[in-house]
């Protein structure tokens, strides 16, 4: 299984952008989904889960700004971002674990800035 992200690029402060993570190989079913950031000189850090039951999770910091979920076919896993600060600039990764085994994409960058 292979993970390609996609949707990353310059964003001015307050603006939207939508990350995808789709996934390709014999991808099976899908038990959760995660997107992580990491900024310069920062840890990697989680900013949005979804269990195979749809059930997710936000930092407080992401909560009402970002929102994760997936297509049908469990393939592909988006985070849609709103209200983007400077702060909100890094690199963003997808996890996706499925019953083969925990699978990362090669990540994308986003900047925030005017």
């Known amino acids: 299984v292979q993970l390609v992200e996609s949707g990353g690029g310059l964003v001015q402060p307050g603006g939207s952008l939508r990350l995808s993570c789709v996934a390709s190989?014999?991808?099976?079913?899908?038990?959760?989904m995660r997107w992580y950031r990491q900024a310069p000189g920062k840890e990697r850090e989680l900013v949005a889960a979804m269990a195979s039951g749809s059930n997710t999770r936000y930092p407080d910091s992401m909560k009402g700004r970002f929102t994760i979920s997936r297509d049908k076919a469990n393939r592909t896993t988006y985070l849609q971002m709103s209200g983007l600060k400077p702060d909100d600039t890094a690199v963003y990764y997808c996890?996706?674990?499925?019953?083969?085994?925990?699978?990362w994409g090669q990540g994308t960058q986003v900047t925030v800035s005017s």
């Open positions: 996890r996706q674990t499925r019953p083969r085994g925990d699978y």
């Open positions: 190989g014999d991808i099976g079913s899908i038990t959760a």
